[in-house]
């Protein structure tokens, strides 16, 4: 079992920047890829950004040049830059972590991200 706990959430005007962290623990060992994943209210959860192993980074067309996803082996944690904030990107923000591909079966608690002035 992996265990993910997010933070780094928060209130940030327009045009800001945040920095999420996600720490894994547990299997960790097991882990290929990860990913963030955000949902906003009324809408399906959607895939932000994903990372494997290898360092290979994948993007929504919508976060494309404004989020950077990294991961830090060394103290198992993935990360989520977030700069040029718009309200759009409010969402709860969820990490996530897969074994084998794209199957996410490890999720953490997610962490609000709210962009407004």
């Known amino acids: 079992q992996v265990q993910l706990v997010e933070s780094g959430g928060g209130l940030v005007q327009p045009g800001g920047s945040l920095r999420l962290s996600c720490v894994a623990s547990g299997s960790i060992f097991s882990i290929n890829v990860m990913a963030w994943y955000r949902q906003a209210p009324g809408k399906e959860r959607e895939l932000v950004a994903f990372?494997?192993?290898?360092?290979?980074?994948n993007y929504a067309d919508s976060v494309k040049g404004r989020f950077t996803i990294s991961r830090d082996n060394a103290k198992n944690t993935v990360y989520l830059q977030m700069n040029s904030l718009t309200p759009e990107d409010t969402a709860v923000y969820y990490c996530?972590?897969?074994?084998?591909?794209?199957?996410?079966?490890?999720w953490g608690q997610g962490t609000q991200v709210t962009v407004s002035s």
């Open positions: 990372i494997t192993s290898g360092g290979s980074t």
């Open positions: 996530a972590a897969a074994r084998y591909g794209l199957v996410f079966g490890s």
